[in-house]
């Protein structure tokens, strides 16, 4: 029964995908969010080359493959992702963005790069039983998983305190990358400590994917990108005036040391 229901969330997931294709193109996003649309696809992709591969060939099989290569691509993208949404959202503040967008380089870095040693540790040393590697892979996705989810509530919280003005899309963007973020580090660290309920927990997984990609094609919308809206401190006008202040004098303070 469960794995009916996880088989038909697939199909329905794979259907709104599509939908939300054919929203981004008539609306002409695509280009605005290179790293989103590319991170889109791939997943696409990987759910309809896994599809057909489990009905020709068995899905025991090649499934491991398919999985490699899709996951490594999609956790490389995703760093872009969070990266493009960061720079995006702090548009305004453009001196801040491309500070910030570094830093975040750098710990993205670092988490692929501790993650790589880890694995190269298991993988070489005695123990090379089967499954080793995939134990290891699923590490290093939940580590960038974890960084990009912790780094996304942290320019969530930045834009809910300082007024920061955005352009209405990227809103709509962010909120849905975080829910899809934290849905699928959460999922892969239950599925590690309760292997047994993996259908279960990709069932779980699947219910807010659905929900970002149904939601983003109700929402996302080509006057989307000339709207704009004050993301914090709404509740008090006098304070966000006083942060908005700060936020640009932040912002002119490392313009001034880029010069130098």
């Known amino acids: 029964m469960v794995r009916d229901i ?53 899905r025991h099989r ?10 490594t691509m999609k956790v490389a993208l995703a ?29 993205f870095s670092i988490a692929v790069a501790l993650g790589l040693v880890n694995l190269l540790l298991e993988f070489g040393g005695a123990d090379r039983k ?19 989810f912790i780094v996304l509530i942290l320019i969530a919280g930045f834009l809910l305190w300082f ?14 990358f975080l ?10 660290l239950l599925t ?8 279960e927990l990709s069932v779980a997984m699947l219910a807010p994917s659905l929900a970002c990609v149904v939601g983003w094609s109700l929402l996302l919308k080509r006057t989307g990108e000339k709207e704009i809206v004050v993301t914090g401190h709404a ?6 005036e006083r942060l908005s202040v700060q936020l640009d004098a932040i912002n002119s303070r490392l313009v001034r040391m880029a010069r130098y």
């Not at 997943?43 to 068995?58: C, Y």
């Not at 590690?192 to 259908?199: A, K, Y």
Request: glycine share 4%; aromatic share 16%.
């Open 179 to 188: 829910l899809y973020s934290f849905s699928r580090w959460t999922g892969l």
């Open 79 to 107: 760093i872009f992702v969070v990266l493009e949404l960061y720079e995006l959202a702090l548009a305004q503040q453009p001196a801040l963005a491309r500070f910030g967008r570094r830093m975040l380089s750098y710990l």
């Open 62 to 71: 090649i499934y491991a493959e398919i999985y490699f290569v899709g996951q």
């Open 130 to 148: 089967r499954g080793a590697f995939l134990v290891s892979f699923l590490r290093i996705e939940r580590s960038v998983d974890l960084v990009a």
């Open 235 to 240: 509740w008090d006008r006098a304070q966000a």
């Open 192 to 199: 590690n400590l309760f292997p047994q309920l993996t259908h």
């Open 6 to 58: 996880e088989q038909a969330m697939w199909y329905i997931n794979l259907a709104a995908a599509v939908g939300l294709f054919a929203r981004l193109s008539t609306q002409r996003l695509v280009k605005a969010y290179p790293f989103l649309f590319a991170y889109l696809f791939v997943d696409t992709l990987e759910t309809i080359v896994a599809i057909v591969a489990s009905a020709v060939a068995g």
């Open 163 to 176: 007024p920061v003005r955005a352009r209405r899309n990227v809103a709509i963007w962010l909120a849905g």
